[in-house]
């Protein structure tokens, strides 16, 4: 079987008003980078895999760009506005492509599989201030079943990660982690994270299997193979006014290599608060206990979203924490104009005293 290069492609070039995507432009690590000039540019990408019990998944690719400056604010905001306006002249050509990169899937792996429910959006995240723009979609059947193991990466073996791009793959909290390949960068509750200046994915990776929590993570299954596949293309293009592309970034207060601010512990050991009371690692909190201690930090009151950026959730799978914390009584939600804030209940409060 004919190996493929697996390609993420970020075109950059100023695409006209009316949408055409320049997609003649060849792979960027074929070419040797960008080819034409723009307006907004991209700190960092994020590919995020939610993968259901049935093996299908919910894929979120985000593009991040620091608003620092006036120009890059109003460059973002004009984008965002025609996002808003006309939000198929660049979700078309996502679809498109993403739908070939399925069916190559489809083809390599023998499952049959599709790509539905394609959105973007674009919207600031603090803090720090960010602008972001999200396509989804839905891929069926994007993870092997066998029984009761999902088997995750087939499809995009061999993925090409740049250097500022990251690949976190997330699954329900019903299933554990029995064997994954490469090592991850970061493990979560629930996820691992491979970054690209971090990793390079070979044949056969990455590679995740996962089992039921009660089954144990013993083994990863009869073999602890995954199948053999002929890589596919990965293309993620955004059609419209303009595509973004990576910029490099020296000294003074920046991102970290995936665009955000690290402010993960380096050795993973507990740390203390500003009374002196220890607190354990994230790794040894659960979901919930890791929002209570965000929120707890951000002064007892943040937005919904600034948990969704902080974690790298889904929306959904963020929702679903929250839901949970507020029946259990742990946090109280309201409406602030558009953003939904949530806050320490009155007894969490009163615990911390």
Known sequence: MTTVVVAVLLLSAVV???????????????????????????????LIVSVDENGSATWSVQYWTRL????????????????RSNPSNFSDSFASRMRSTVTAAENATGREMSASDFSVRAET???????????????????????????VGDAIEGLFLDQRTRLVIEWPSSYALADVAPDPDERRDGAVVWRGSETSFVSGEPSVVLQPASAGTDSPGADGSILPLVGVGLLLVGAGVVAWRYRDRFGGSTPDSTGG????????????????????????????????????????????????????????????IVRDLREQGDLEGFRLGRENVLKLSETDDESED
């Open 261 to 320: 601010e690290d402010t993960s512990d380096t050795d993973g050991a507990a740390t203390a608060d500003a009374g002196g009371t220890s607190t354990p690692p994230d790794d040894l909190l659960s979901n919930e206990e890791r929002v209570i201690q965000f929120v707890r930090e951000q002064g007892g009151r943040v937005k919904q979203q600034e948990i969704v950026e902080a974690f790298d959730w889904t929306e959904a799978r963020t929702s679903q």
């Open 16 to 46: 006209p008003a009316a949408g055409a995507l320049a997609s003649s432009s060849p792979p960027a690590q074929f070419d040797g980078g960008a080819v034409h000039q723009q307006s907004v540019e991209t700190d960092s990408v994020r």
């Open 68 to 83: 620092d400056d006036e120009n890059t604010s109003d460059a973002f905001e004009s984008l965002q506005s025609d996002i």
């Open 125 to 151: 995240r603090t803090p720090p201030e960010y602008g972001v723009i999200v396509y989804t979609f839905q891929w069926e059947n994007f993870a092997a079943v066998d029984g009761d193991t999902l088997r």
